[in-house]
């Protein structure tokens, strides 16, 4: 007769630490049905996402830390053309965080938002 819901809610989603451009940092839920993105704009973190997720505004760009950044599949030819414009950008680091879906891999992650263009 115990109440297992909150744990069970906490294992299905992963942990975000992200550093924000004031250099604070802030731990997070992301939870299975959100993009990286989603879960950086719902927890109030200044991540304009102005075109909604679709890769055609770089708002949402952000630095992975290399190990990490290698892990995942390749940027598409649109994420790489926006982020190659974009300020700060890091061939090996930088993604669209729209672009990255949720993954157990993730899990304790440490995300850097970019610098604002
Ligand atoms: S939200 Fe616009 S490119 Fe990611």
Request: with cysteine; proline share 3%.
């Given at each position: 007769?115990?109440?297992?819901?909150?744990?069970?809610?906490?294992?299905?989603?992963?942990?975000?630490?992200?550093?924000?451009?004031?250099?604070?940092?802030?731990?997070?839920?992301?939870?299975?049905?959100?993009?990286?993105?989603?879960?950086?704009?719902?927890?109030?973190?200044?991540?304009?996402?102005?075109?909604?997720?679709?890769?055609?505004?770089?708002?949402?760009?952000?630095?992975?830390?290399?190990?990490?950044?290698?892990?995942?599949?390749?940027?598409?030819?649109?994420?790489?053309?926006?982020?190659?414009?974009a300020e700060g950008y890091r061939e090996c680091g930088s993604r669209l965080?729209?672009?990255?879906?949720?993954?157990?891999?993730?899990?304790?992650?440490?995300?850097?938002?970019?610098?604002?263009?």
């Amino acid at each position: 007769m115990s109440n297992t819901s909150m744990s069970n809610t906490a294992m299905s989603s992963n942990t975000l630490t992200v550093v924000d451009r004031e250099g604070a940092t802030h731990d997070l839920e992301w939870e299975p049905d959100q993009s990286m993105m989603e879960a950086l704009r719902d927890n109030d973190l200044p991540v304009l996402a102005s075109c909604g997720g679709t890769a055609s505004c770089a708002t949402c760009h952000v630095f992975l830390e290399q190990d990490v950044f290698s892990t995942l599949e390749e940027r598409s030819e649109d994420e790489l053309e926006l982020l190659v414009e974009a300020e700060g950008y890091r061939e090996c680091g930088s993604r669209l965080s729209c672009q990255v879906g949720f993954s157990r891999d993730l899990n304790g992650v440490t995300v850097t938002l970019a610098p604002e263009d």
